[in-house]
């Protein structure tokens, strides 16, 4: 490679030496869930044809009803304290719109979960919690479930945002069993730098048999990527939301569940805080992880 024409020729040129460097050794990444969990599978074009022409008829309906709403034109008016319901679990239509995960699936441990509708018609975010670690030399933890909703999208498979710009908290109406979940809002970005960038907070549940309203502030939660809390920390930005979920993680292992009535946002006028968490300037050498 160096001693190539092309490389004399621009070596020259500019002063500085030219560093050539390979794809694999740089931070690009190619898939969304990096190349451990990539799988190399056969496509079925003729499969691939019939799935689109299925899908097709369900597209076109939806085509439809945005572009009614957009001639239509009647934006949603919102005045203090009102709540917006976006999602209940009453119905099994309704659960086919989240996907449970733990690190069974990946096989990264032993914990297993399932999202199904509870004798209450509400739905149950139950499993087991299993803290133990694969003996495989390369995992240092493990212990994790999780349910996240669909990502918001448009017709023709587009991908969409959840504008929530107009609200201030979340509220979810639970009924716990005392442990401490984590709530989930993803902000997944264009760049491949930003697509794990998750906005964090805790939710506490108080177990027993009484229903709880949890109302959180949206300036209360923090960003993290990949697992790990931000130095340089901002406010969530609520238009570009693309994903919610609740996690149960930690170092307690055993059964645990989860009862969820609805999810939505609120509108609090007297909310004023923007951002929760004083931020400082750090020096320009040091890197921002």
Sequence with gaps: MKNSPL??????????????????????????????????????YLDDMKYGIKELKNEVQLWKEEMSEKFQYDPKVYMPDDSEIVWTFDTKEKLNQWVCTSDSDNKDGFSHCDLTLSKNKKGLFSGFLDCRVPKDGQIKESGYCNIRCLRARKSFKRDSFFDWQMFTHLILRIRGDGRSYMLNLTTTGYFDVMWHDIYNYILFTRGGPYW???????????????????????????????????????????????????????FDGNHTEEFAYEMYNVPSFIVGV
């Design 212 to 266: 709880q309203v949890a109302k959180i502030p949206f300036s209360k939660f923090f960003l993290s990527s990949k697992g790990r809390i931000q130095d340089k920390q901002d406010p969530i930005p609520l238009d570009k939301i693309t994903n919610i979920g609740i996690t149960c993680a930690g170092k307690t292992p055993g059964p645990f569940q989860l009862e969820i009535d609805y999810i939505g946002v609120h």
């Design 7 to 44: 490389f004399k020729a621009l070596s020259k040129k500019f002063s500085a030496p030219l560093l050539v460097v390979p794809i694999r050794g740089s931070f690009w990444e190619r898939d969304i869930k990096g190349p451990r969990y990539r799988k190399k599978t056969e496509r079925n």
